[in-house]
Each structure stands twice: as structure tokens, then as C-alpha cells.
């Protein structure tokens, strides 16, 4: 990951983010390092947040997410389980259900991320419903677009309508899931296509669990 500037100054506030990771990352990561993460997730998030108030939080969990998977792409932080990267268009509805079905189902056997190949809208909030029927709360999650360190850091890449977005690197698997969009669809076949991201989740899980 290569330090950038950004044109528009860190507040007070976003220094502190640069402050806190520039900590956690002592020996993997410069500051100059740590900063150019922070300004592009707040560049990045800041066009497309639904809550201004809430962006130093987002932006936040993604630099510090980008960080994490640039120095587990590079070799500077071991990885101990499967890494699994699930991308659609919006990363609002298949991505999301299918990283946290993926989670839930895994019990920590695998690390999972999800992205968008243009993620400009919330999370759909019967996506949101369909998976909290089966107990699975996304409270936290928000919608995040695909970047090269998350694809470099993913053992597994599964693609749901995103087409070629998705950078392609070598020594990777890849899958691309025929999946329909909940995206204004009725209740239940937002339930439908839930349940059948969690099948195919479920054999995905078993292969790689298997074969890891």
C-alpha cells in the first residue's frame, strides 16, 4: 500500500483515527502509511455516507480493515484461517447476506469481507430483516467498495453481478454465483434468495474448511 495525500485537510478528529491505527500498527505500517489509508476511506465513504455523522466511525473501520488486509496481502501479518471475499454491485444485499451467513455458519473458521464494485446506497433493510430471522444481526456493517488489498488478501473471491470489477489476481479462486438482487423485491423472495445464498455458503464453507 503506497502513502496519497489528500487535497482536503484531516480534522482534530480524523488525526486522532490516523493517531490510533498509526498505534496499532507500529512496525507494520509508517504514519505517512496510515494516513493516506485514513484520507482515502474518508474520501472514499464521505460522497456516499447517509449519516455525515457517523463517516469518522465508517472511515475508521475501513482504514483500519485496508490496513489489515494490505499487510496480510504483503505477508507483514499471518493469516490462520481462510480468507473468503464476497463481492456484488451495491454491497447491499447478496454480499452482505453471504459474508455474514458465512460468518455465522463458519464459527470463526474462516475470515470473511464483503464489497461492491459501486457501493452507493445503505444496506437494504430487508436484507437486513431476512438475516435477523435466522439470528444474525448486520447492525454494524455498511456498504464498501472492492479494493485491490482486500482482493490480494482473499484466498477465495466469490462474485455475485458485479461482472469484471472484481481485479484479478493470480493464485486465486474464483466463483461467480448466479444469484438474483433483493433489491425491491417482495419479503419473501428476499427470503428465498437468502436461503439460497446460505446453501451455497454451506458448500463453499465445506470445501474450503475441507481442503484448508
Known sequence: MSPTHAKVPLTAEYVRIVDDLTYHYDGVFSREIVQGAVERARDTLGPVAKFPNFLPILTERFARDQLLAAAQADGKIATSVPEILFVCVHNAGRSQM??????????????????????????????????????????????????????????????????????????????????????????QTVRMIRDDIQARVTTLLGEVLHYS
Do not use: N
Open 98 to 187: 453471504a459474508a455474514a451467513l458465512a460468518k455465522h455458519l463458519s464459527a470463526g473458521k474462516v475470515h470473511v469481507r464483503s464489497a461492491g464494485s459501486q457501493p452507493d446506497q445503505p444496506i437494504h433493510a430487508l436484507t437486513i430483516q431476512a438475516l435477523a430471522e435466522r439470528g444474525i444481526e448486520i447492525t454494524e456493517a455498511f456498504p464498501k467498495p472492492v479494493t485491490d488489498d482486500v482482493v490480494r488478501a482473499a484466498d477465495v473471491i466469490i462474485t455475485m453481478g458485479c461482472g469484471d470489477a472484481c481485479p484479478v489476481f493470480p493464485g486465486k479462486r474464483y466463483e461467480d454465483w448466479d444469484v438474483a438482487d433483493p433489491a425491491g423485491q417482495p419479503m
